[in-house]
């Protein structure tokens, strides 16, 4: 097949969950003999540049991107309350970047687009006007339900009205998009449960990311550093941010209380700086890091302290793979196929995750225990090889409808 895959930021380098979720779907792809071309929005937050990536990656994909500053303007903000349209989305529309699928277009015949999320949906009308190819949402979230959520979390009335309206605005855009394509690739079953009680009654399934499993051992004997307790997030997506701070406000004081060395680490991207200000001798703020892979397997028990959102938690999934023990929320753990105290540990009050932290720091046997489990589960459910097997298994079903 000759597949179209279209992204609202570049898939590579895989800098966060949702790129590396598209790109492990390109590889997939690629390797079972498929041809991806790639289509990426590059924006003020994720901004590309050829001449870093991978000749090989360019040749393979015949990667193209266009710039779209989708930053947010307080006027626009504004002056979009007044009409009926999605600022989330109309962020995301560009008269360049149409043309340019439009080129493409009308030199290349696809069998099938992916559109990766639903801040791409806008250029449906454009792929239905110019091929006859399947269009495929890739939904890494129900958009709406993550605002929803946050909604439910915020105590300022005047911000919890305004994101009630975001997460309206945005619940009425998916259901309207369900018509002009044909089929959905959730990431979880719970997320495609939603879809199909908001209507959706065309092709669906349930495909998780895939983990790429490397030929050498993933968990390999490293320096651990022994009370070490680590985040790390891309922390320009709200619901981390909200996590975090969470943590901080209600989690980590009992913990520090009751175990003096115990030793935060906060990791990621867009770090705000407040939290580079945090004057405390056992949180380190680390920011940005060279390598995920190194910071996972350098230190010792994993936060997901995830209060709002949907879809997926691809960190979670990398852990798990690198063997660490993780203690997450029920939302954060969601659409995961783990269960807690075998493979993962699931709490959700603060009391509750404190504890959860306290029992690992004082039974290291146990974190290893949790790891070893958790690597398991991705070697038996979550292998790219294996997932990709059921995304064009799901591809080859739309052709014949």
């Known amino acids: ?185 959730a990431m979880t079953k719970v997320d495609q449960a939603v879809f199909c009680k908001l209507g959706f009654e065309k092709n669906i399934a349930s495909i998780p990311t895939g983990y790429i499993i490397r030929p050498e051992k993933e968990a390999q004997e490293t320096s651990v550093e022994e009370h070490s307790i680590f985040h790390i997030a891309s922390m320009d997506w709200l619901p981390n941010l909200e996590g975090v701070q969470w943590f901080l406000n209600h989690v980590w004081k009992t913990v520090h209380k009751q175990f003096p060395p115990a030793k935060l680490y906060l990791a990621g991207r867009e770090m705000p700086e407040d939290f580079f200000a945090i004057n405390h001798s056992n949180i380190v703020t680390v920011g940005k890091v060279k390598s995920a892979k190194a910071f996972y397997l350098s230190k010792k028990i994993m936060i997901v302290p995830i209060l709002s959102g949907s879809g997926m938690r691809i960190k979670i999934i990398e852990g798990m793979a690198l063997g660490k023990v993780i203690i997450s929320t029920t939302i954060g753990a969601e659409g995961i196929n783990c269960t807690s105290g075998e493979n993962i540990i699931i709490a959700d009050s603060p009391d509750n995750f404190a504890q959860a932290i306290l029992h690992c720091l004082k039974h290291p046997e146990y974190c290893e225990f949790i790891g070893k489990n958790a690597r398991k ?21 739309l052709q014949t409808t």
């Not at 915020?154 to 998009?177: C, D, H, Q, V």
């Not at 991705?378 to 591809?395: G, R, T, W």
Request: glycine share 2%; with cysteine.
């Open 1 to 185: 097949m000759k597949i179209l895959q279209i992204c609202n930021k570049p898939p590579f380098p895989a800098v966060d969950g949702g790129a590396i979720a598209m790109n492990n779907t390109t590889q997939g792809l690629l390797q079972n003999g498929h041809k991806v071309t790639v289509l990426a929005i590059t924006t003020p937050k994720h901004p590309v540049h050829l001449s870093d990536l991978p000749e090989q990656y360019i040749s393979d994909t015949n990667f193209q991107s266009v710039y779209i500053d989708t930053s947010i303007r307080l006027r626009d903000a504004f002056f979009n309350l007044f009409t009926k349209k999605s600022y989330n989305i109309e962020r995301f529309i560009s008269v360049a970047f149409q043309q340019h699928l439009q080129k493409m277009l009308k030199e290349t015949s696809f069998d099938v687009v992916i559109i990766e999320s639903l801040f791409v949906a806008p250029y449906i009308s454009t792929i239905k006007m110019l091929s006859n190819a399947k269009i495929v949402l890739r939904a890494h979230n129900v958009e709406h339900k993550i605002w929803e959520r946050i909604c439910k979390n915020t105590r300022n009335p005047l911000k919890r009205r305004y994101i009630s309206l975001l997460a309206k605005r945005l619940k009425n855009y998916e259901i309207e998009t369900f018509e002009h394509i044909d089929g959905i690739a």
């Open 377 to 397: 589960l991705i070697e038996n459910e979550y292998a790219n090889a294996h997932i990709s097997k059921k995304m064009i298994s799901f591809f080859e079903e």
